[in-house]
C-alpha cells in the first residue's frame, strides 16, 4: 500500500493488477471507515481510499472547502495517479461527490455505487442546523453535537462499530469538521440531471438510516430510469437491520452486494 498527497489530500493506494475501485468516505469519517471492504477487495480490484480535505490525514489550515473543490479533489487523485476508468462507491457525502463528479465527466467512470445518498440540494432548515453545528462545535460543543450525531450513524447498539467511529472522528479537528459542514451546504441539486446518465449505477439504500431515507434512494432510482437505455445497469438493493453507516454494521453483506455488482457489469461489457 503506498501512503501519497495531492494537492495535500492523503490518498492510499492498494496496487494490484485489477480494475481500479475508489471509496469516498462519509461525514465526519475518514477514509478508515472503508478498512473492511479494502480488505475484503484488494486482491480483486486495485483499491483506492482517501481521506477528503480537512479530514483524516487531509488536514489543512484553510479550512473554507465547498463541494465543487471536493469533486475537483477526486479527479485530480485520479489523474495523479493516472487512472483513466474508475469504479467508484460513495457514502453519504461521498455519494454527493461522485454524483457531481460523474455529471462532469461521466466518461472517467465505469461504474458507480451511491450508498445511503440523495441527489437533491439541502433545504433552509437543513443549512441552518449545518450553521448551528458550526457555531456549537467552534464554541466548544464538539463532544455534545456529536453525541447526537452517533445514533443517526447506525442502527442499534453495535459496540464495534461504535468504536470505529470514534476512533475515526477523533482524529479529526474542530476546524475539518466545520470546513466539511461548510462544504455539505454548498451541494448542488443534481436530481434532474439523472436521466442523462448511462453510467451504470448501483443505489445502496439502508432501511433504518436516519439522516438520508430509503425514500431518497427511490427517488434517485426514478429519475434514473427517466429515459435511460435498457441496457443500462441500474440497481436498486435495500438493507435491513442496519443504519447510515451500513459497511461498518453489516460489511459481509455489503461486500457481497457490492461484488455482485461489479461482476454483473463486468460479464456484461
Known amino acids: 500500500m503506498k501512503v501519497t498527497k495531492v494537492l495535500g489530500v492523503s490518498v492510499k493506494d492498494y496496487g494490484g493488477d485489477g480494475v481500479p475501485l475508489i471509496f469516498v468516505h462519509s461525514f465526519p469519517l475518514s477514509g478508515k ?13 486495485r483499491i483506492i481510499t482517501y481521506d477528503i480535505r480537512g479530514l483524516g490525514g487531509s488536514r489543512t489550515d484553510d479550512n473554507v472547502y465547498s463541494m465543487e473543490k471536493f469533486v475537483n479533489d477526486f479527479f485530480h487523485i485520479l489523474n495523479n495517479l493516472k487512472i483513466q476508468k474508475v469504479n467508484a ?6 455519494g454527493y461527490i461522485l454524483l457531481r463528479a460523474v455529471l462532469k465527466d461521466h466518461e472517467r467512470f465505469n461504474s458507480i455505487i ?25 464554541s466548544g460543543g464538539r463532544e455534545t453535537y ?13 459496540s464495534e462499530a461504535e468504536n470505529i467511529i470514534r476512533e475515526i472522528v477523533s482524529g479529526n479537528t474542530d476546524e475539518g469538521i466545520c470546513g466539511n459542514l461548510l462544504a455539505l451546504s454548498t451541494r448542488t441539486n443534481t436530481m434532474e440531471r439523472l436521466s442523462e446518465l448511462d453510467t451504470p449505477v448501483l443505489l445502496l439504500s439502508a432501511v433504518e438510516d436516519r439522516i438520508n431515507s430509503e ?6 432510482f426514478k429519475h434514473l430510469k427517466e429515459n435511460r437505455k435498457p441496457a443500462s445497469y441500474t440497481s436498486l438493493i435495500k438493507m435491513k437491520d442496519c ?16 461484488e455482485w455488482f461489479l461482476k454483473g457489469i463486468e460479464i456484461s461489457t
Open 243 to 258: 443504519g447510515h453507516l451500513c459497511n461498518l454494521e453489516k460489511p459481509f453483506e455489503f461486500n457481497k452486494i457490492v
Open 146 to 158: 456529536l453525541q447526537k450525531l452517533l445514533p443517526k450513524l447506525i442502527s442499534s447498539d453495535n
Open 33 to 45: 471507515m472503508w478498512d473492511k471492504q479494502v480488505e475484503y477487495f484488494k486482491d480483486i480490484y
Open 215 to 220: 425514500k431518497e434512494a427511490d427517488e434517485i
Open 114 to 138: 451511491l450508498v445511503n445518498t440523495k441527489a437533491g440540494k439541502d433545504d433552509d432548515e437543513v443549512i441552518l442546523k449545518r450553521s448551528s453545528a458550526v457555531i456549537k462545535i467552534k
Open 89 to 94: 462507491c460513495g457514502l453519504s457525502m461521498g
